[in-house]
T-cell receptor, first 113, second 114 residues
Framework: GENVEQHPSTLSVQEGDSAVIKCTYS??????FPWYKQELGKRPQLIID?????GEKKDQRIAVTLNKTAKHFSLHITETQPEDSAVYFC????????????FGRGTSLIVHP | KAGVTQTPRYLIKTRGQQVTLSCSPI?????VSWYQQTPGQGLQFLFE???????NKGNFPGRFSGRQFSNSRSEMNVSTLELGDSALYLC?????????????FGSGTQLSVL
């Protein structure tokens, strides 16, 4: 099955800095890569996603980049704010088969004011 | 549109008991998936239901079961509870019939097994 590695497990930054979280996957046939944000005590929510035919996608301060050859994708958050503090999960969905996404173990991002 | 609703929010049980969790998906969503979330382990897939049929199943023992009703509401049951079953159980609904692209999660049921 799919294997998703997410790093780092914890990331501490100062307000205004950039944060980068990286995920690697094993199945080259995977075609959909979402990122979910889970604030403390809240539900995970989709914040951005990318498909395999696109190399980069941006939405205001967040962006995702995909390197299909190397089988990794990254979440970039610029000008971090305290409200960005949360656990971020990457996921990889296979093309075909069950279509069930496999999640990374999560990155706890702490933004210090 | 109301979001995904899970009940109850918290549950405390003792070993050996059984428990039933409920999930109401977003109106019009027919796919419901269940995940177990534990610290450091991310989200582990339990099973997925579509049109009252279990379409996919993760690597969990048979003590974990579920079902889906004609109105797409889903229940998950865990029998003979073990301490290791303590976790946050999340359900997610999806509008996409076969591709489960965008998942909408509920707030979860926090299960504590004593």
């Amino acid at each position: 099955g799919e294997n998703v590695e997410q790093h780092p497990s914890t990331l501490s930054v100062q307000e205004g800095d950039s944060a980068v979280i990286k995920c690697t996957y094993s199945d080259s046939a995977s075609n959909y890569f979402p990122w979910y944000k889970q604030e403390l005590g809240k539900r995970p929510q989709l914040i951005i996603d990318i498909r395999s035919n696109v190399g980069e996608k941006k939405d205001q301060r967040i962006a995702v980049t995909l390197n299909k050859t190397a089988k990794h994708f990254s979440l970039h958050i610029t000008e971090t704010q305290p409200e960005d503090s949360a656990v971020y999960f990457c996921a990889v969905r296979p093309l075909g088969g069950s279509y069930i996404p496999t999640f990374g173990r999560g990155t706890s991002l702490i933004v210090h004011p | 549109k109301a979001g995904v609703t899970q009940t109850p929010r918290y549950l405390i049980k003792t070993r050996g008991q059984q428990v039933t969790l409920s999930c109401s998906p977003i109106s019009g969503h027919r796919s419901v998936s269940w995940y177990q979330q534990t610290p450091g382990q991310g989200l582990q897939f339990l099973f997925e239901y579509f049109s009252e049929t279990q379409r996919n199943k993760g690597n969990f023992p048979g003590r974990f079961s579920g079902r889906q009703f004609s109105n797409s509401r889903s229940e998950m049951n865990v029998s003979t509870l073990e301490l290791g079953d303590s976790a946050l159980y999340l359900c997610a609904s999806s509008a996409d019939r076969a591709t489960n692209e965008k998942l909408f999660f509920g707030s979860g049921t926090q299960l504590s097994v004593l």
